[in-house]
């Protein structure tokens, strides 16, 4: 019966798959990864929006030695450069030892994230308090913005062509921002909703002031008041509102979840998780084999949509401009590259697993998840990888001892979501989703396993390096 049990248990460990926990193999172990992440953590808290989020890769990729891209200027192997896209994406890229027609080695995350934009008009008053009208960004569950702190980010452009920037509840003393919502005793009405209309989108109003203006015979005096604050500190006026990006965020800071500080909690990190990873793997290449090309653009949440969004050419500009340089074939050049489409997945819940797939979920701390195709329902709207790019990809992951695990996000008849796998692969270049598995997606505050950070940006690096 032993000798049986002994073969049988030999045959298992040969055919079966088993699942690793990223704590007996990751590289470096829960220290390397505990280090890693605290450079994400503030990477998280210095970039709030996308805007934010490119100024501080370029603090961190000119402290690498990285220069502005000049495309009249011939490149040699090891150099570092970066191109940025109207200050809400960027490039940044390590020559390789090949040139062009042997293709490029991309990894491509987004730094948009779910959050309130203010409308055009946005100031009102009522009721003696004023008030800021929003227009949610991305998908959200509306319920979980209300009675939580919020900060205000973005650029305001005045009638004389001025430039403001603005970041108010972030540093020690700024006031934060809230929107109300009812209390138990008077929300019979409103607790017959259904959870997605909960609060309704013209509900996302934030209070912003509440003192009038020192002059009892005026109208509007609080709003007047809160127009006057804005005006002294910025130099605004409410006509300059129809010429401003503002963006209201969770206040919170990046945070360490559990006893052990095992996770991190923090707003935004789909898809800034994969950013961050792939944006230091970029920094740490020194020599690879190919040009390596790290993207973190923006709008994927809306769709991917306009020019700082994939679904423009600025990207693919660019890599036709490294051709030239390297007297190319640029089609060429595109059918050799390939691509890791940087994005993150739904960890699996065990508060409510009914939305799973246990076998093709993803775990916190199980490792990088790669994800063969997204899209919903039949595979609306994927790349899909093909069987030759998942075993190139996974070979060098088990080469490198990566610890990376498979996902899907949910169940056939209710997950799906999209990436911007589909708008690489529509030129010719095989790509396949990689990413980071994430608890409470899409929510204020969103959790990540710091193992499978860390195994994340492990697997963008063995990737850069070729």
Known sequence: MKKEMTEAQKLADALLAKPVHAFDKTL????????????????????????????KSVELLAKAGYKKFDKSKKYKAGDKLYLVNREKAIIAATIGKK???????????????????????????????AFFKTHYYGGIRKYQWVTIPLSMHGVVVKSNGEKVQIRIGEDAGDPVFCITDLLPHLSQEQNKRPLNEGIKGEELNILIGSFPFDAPDMKE?????????????????????????????????????????SIVGAYGQDDRVCAYTALMAEIDTKAPQYTSVCVLTDKEETGSDGNTGLASDYLFHFLEDLAEMQKANYRDMLAASTCLSADVNAAFDPTFPDVFERNNASYLNHGVVVTKYTGSRGKGGTSDASAEFMGEITNLFDKEKIVWQVGELGKVDIGGGGTIAMFVANRNIDVVDVGVPVLSMHSPFELTGKLDVYN???????????
């Open 28 to 55: 470096g172990g829960a220290a390397g990864a505990m280090e890693f992440c605290e450079g994400y953590k503030e990477f998280l808290d210095a970039g709030k929006t996308e805007r934010e989020a490119v100024t």
């Open 99 to 129: 040139t062009a027609e042997h293709g490029v080695r991309l990894s491509i995350a987004h730094i948009d994230s779910p959050r309130l934009d203010l409308k055009p008009n946005p100031l009102y008053e009522s009721d003696e308090m």
């Open 221 to 261: 005096r609080v709003k007047l008041e809160t127009m006057r604050l804005i005006n002294s500190k910025y130099g605004f006026t409410e006509h300059d509102f129809t010429r401003a990006e503002i963006e209201f965020v969770p206040a919170f800071k990046a945070a360490d979840v559990g006893f052990d500080a």
């Open 456 to 466: 994340t940006y492990l697997a963008f690096k063995a990737f850069a390096k070729g």
